[in-house]
């Protein structure tokens, strides 16, 4: 599966920190990028059990819907001392109005009573076609978890996050950075070498 230079590609996601994440992982390799919104393409919903089903479930929707080849993220905060949760309800625990800061506290109440604050980034990218083809991506990023919350300039849980030999959280460090060495960053390098020009 490859992708033409020029190609336009849908991002299936509302979530616009996302959105412009991946399409400033996208703009050296020459493609248009359209989010899921602004082509007024309907959320479905995530029933996958698996970060990989989610993101195949809203890339084949976005895909059939548009008929364009659609890329979809499935992405979440994983702690080892909740059992992986959040997980794939990462963006549920935020609530229906998507309030990371609910969620961040909630996962800081979880962890009151626990010294183990290790955790990971987890993303998978799902490219599908009109056709129905898809191919997926996965990548990790490891770190720890640090409250109270610090920074502004990512999205989600990044406040919390300090990746493994960092010492700031993906809020304050400069977004070129975080692209270069998150977890989405790691699975869009995959994609990369296998679909783009």
Known sequence: MKLAR????????HNAGKVR??????????LRVRGAAELGLEEPEETGTTFA??????????????????????????????DGAPGIY????????????FAMARVERELE??????????CVLALALPSGEVETFEGEAHGHLEFPPRG???FGYDPIFVASGMRQTFG????ALKHSISHR???FEKFAKAVLP
């Open 90 to 101: 990462s963006a549920r625990w935020a609530g229906p109005k998507r309030d990371f800061a």
């Open 113 to 122: 009573s626990i010294a183990d604050r290790s955790a990971r980034f987890v």
């Open 21 to 30: 994440e991946i399409a400033a992982l996208l703009e050296p390799h020459g």
């Open 53 to 82: 089903d989610n993101a195949i479930l809203k890339a084949r929707a976005a895909a059939t819907a548009s008929g364009l080849a659609a890329l979809a993220d499935d992405s979440g905060l994983a702690v080892t001392a909740l």
């Open 6 to 13: 020029g190609a336009t590609l849908v991002v299936a996601s």
């Open 185 to 187: 960053a790691r699975a």
């Open 172 to 175: 304050e460090i400069d977004p």
């Open 152 to 154: 502004d300039r990512g």
